[in-house]
């Protein structure tokens, strides 16, 4: 059977054959794979700063080592820009659980984000709760005082089946060219619908949680982590919204120390741990949070723009490497790359380096609606509590003044994989221009150009309200079976040579994006 992709390239004949300058494309490559910076950048963002939660101090100093790096590359209208308030920073320093009885021993957990530190070690009971609705904290009240509590059942070990690395296989890459017809859109509506739902009622649970265990004066709670093998996979709890209660000190621990804690309690053992955490808000108000752009400019076309970025926030627990210091490495060496090979392109290619994209996609969708579209703001008191990137669409798309000279966005954020082809987002036009564009990859791996869309990072923003956003298809490595919101997230889960190879690729992209006679096509956008 013919690939989509193999036959739409056909198209491709019938109409202008694309252009692309091999010359160009053979610069960049000995640029990226010769003379390479991408690890450097990498190294520095994961072992000299580190994790980047938003709005923490390292996040900040993130901000600033990368538009000192672009200054230094000699790119301009290099500045970091606002979105609106996002709420306290926070960073921890210490975390540590020990079991006082009924034996002693240490045990493996770190908090949660935007929760309370305890103020030095506590010792308390531990005893499990189970609350799944409001009603629950009910049966709780006067007997929590002094407590450490267990939220979640003992999990069964999953034994590994399958290799915890994957590379595609030409099988896998000719299974992302089967697109999978979607629902209705009023299907589709009916589950986002569903979803908000269920996130604002988790949002008040939470918030009543919260204020309610320490009005009780729980010690702190312990989680289980959503993954075996003792990694830790944690995110947020607490509110990083001043103003709102934080609860109790919050810590996710390794499967297998969790689930002997809860068996001991459910054999009714006396089981009493020491809890110590370290952790600080760093504002006492809401800040707003910052994304961090940079540009070459164009001639000819310089009011058209190509853009390539990759969110730079990231969690506490490791170093934020494949989640996104990968990313943002990649593009960052892009634009070195072609400021070092003397590009001179027609558009003004512009990097952005997110924020707050592991809250909802925050900065990149304050970005969109500021410079190139937004939907009306709604007025369902509901709809005002989802994040933007949950809300249905209120009345008719409000384009901005730049929005008619947006060409592409192009985006990373799925580990420190080798890029393997690109998902053309359902925009049927764009697939031979990128079977074109692809071509002098080949060697390197990069031959898929995939029409079903992918989701969950910031190329969603621009997709969202018409414009070309798209997501490169990578190797997964062990993004999801070790790396993803893990304490995993180190520079050693990274592969250098796929870096380069993402590196060269990506430059070679926006460039031909930033040369060709006509912005890329854009498809129909879809009415919510």
Do not use: C
């Amino acid at each position: 059977m013919l690939s989509v992709a193999l036959a739409l390239s056909g198209v491709a004949d019938a109409q202008t054959k694309e252009t692309v300058d091999l010359d160009m494309v053979s610069r960049i490559r000995q640029e990226a794979f010769h003379r390479s910076q991408v690890m450097a950048t990498f190294s520095h963002l994961t072992e000299q700063i580190g994790p980047r939660l938003t709005n923490s101090p390292a996040m900040g100093e993130a901000n600033t080592w990368t538009r000192s790096k672009f200054n230094e590359w000699g790119l301009v209208n290099v500045h970091d820009e606002a979105f609106d308030a996002f709420g306290r920073g926070w960073e921890f320093s210490n975390a540590s659980v020990e079991l006082l009885s009924p034996r002693v021993a240490p045990l493996y957990a770190l908090p949660k984000a935007w929760t309370p530190g305890t103020n030095g070690p506590v010792e308390g009971e531990v005893i499990k709760v189970e609350i799944k609705k409001l009603a629950d904290l009910d049966q709780y009240k006067g007997k929590l005082a002094g407590k450490i509590l267990l939220l979640n059942d003992a999990r069964d070990y999953e034994r590994a089946t399958k290799s915890d690395s994957h590379r595609h296989d030409d099988a896998g890459l000719a299974e992302l060219q089967v697109f999978a017809v979607p629902k209705d859109v009023a299907d589709a509506k009916a589950d986002r619908a569903k979803k908000a739902k269920e996130y604002l009622e988790k949002q008040e649970l939470t918030r009543a949680t919260n204020a309610f265990f320490a009005e009780q004066g729980v010690l702190a709670t312990i989680s289980i982590s959503g993954w075996d093998n003792g990694i830790i996979r944690v995110g947020g709890g607490g509110s990083r919204k001043a103003g709102e209660p934080v609860g109790v000190p919050e810590l996710a621990m390794m499967a297998e120390h969790y689930n002997q804690l809860v068996r001991a309690v459910d054999q009714k053992q006396a089981v009493k741990l020491r809890v110590n955490v370290e952790a600080r808000f760093t504002d006492t108000q809401d800040q707003p949070g910052y994304n961090t752009l940079a540009e070459i400019r164009g001639s000819g076309k310089a009011d058209e723009i190509v853009m390539l970025g990759a969110h730079m926030d990231s969690w506490h627990t490791g170093t934020g490497a494949a989640d996104n210091a990968a990313g943002v490495a990649v593009m960052m060496e892009a634009m070195r790359i072609l400021k070092a090979v003397g590009a001179k392109p027609r558009r003004t290619i512009r990097v952005a380096l997110w924020s707050g994209e592991e809250q909802g996609l925050i900065g990149s969708q304050d970005y969109v609606s500021k410079h190139f579209a937004r939907y009306p703001e709604p007025t369902d008191p509901a709809q005002l509590k989802l994040p933007a990137s949950m809300r249905e669409p209120t009345g008719a798309l409000q384009r901005q003044r730049d929005y008619d000279r947006f060409s592409a966005y192009f985006n990373m954020d799925n580990g420190s994989g080798r890029f393997r082809g690109i998902y053309a987002q359902e925009n049927l036009a764009a697939v031979p221009i990128f079977e074109a564009w692809l071509a002098p990859f080949h060697d390197v791996g990069a031959t898929t150009v995939a029409t079903r869309n992918t989701g969950s990072t910031d190329h969603i923003a621009f997709d969202r309200v018409g414009l070309p956003g798209f997501q490169f298809i990578q190797d997964r490595l062990d993004y999801f079976t070790n790396v993803h919101h893990s304490n995993l997230d180190t520079w050693d889960h990274a592969e250098p040579e796929d870096l380069k190879q993402a590196a060269a690729i990506v430059a070679s992209f926006v460039y031909n994006a930033a040369m060709r006679e006509e912005k890329l096509p854009r498809k129909p956008l879809l009415t919510p």
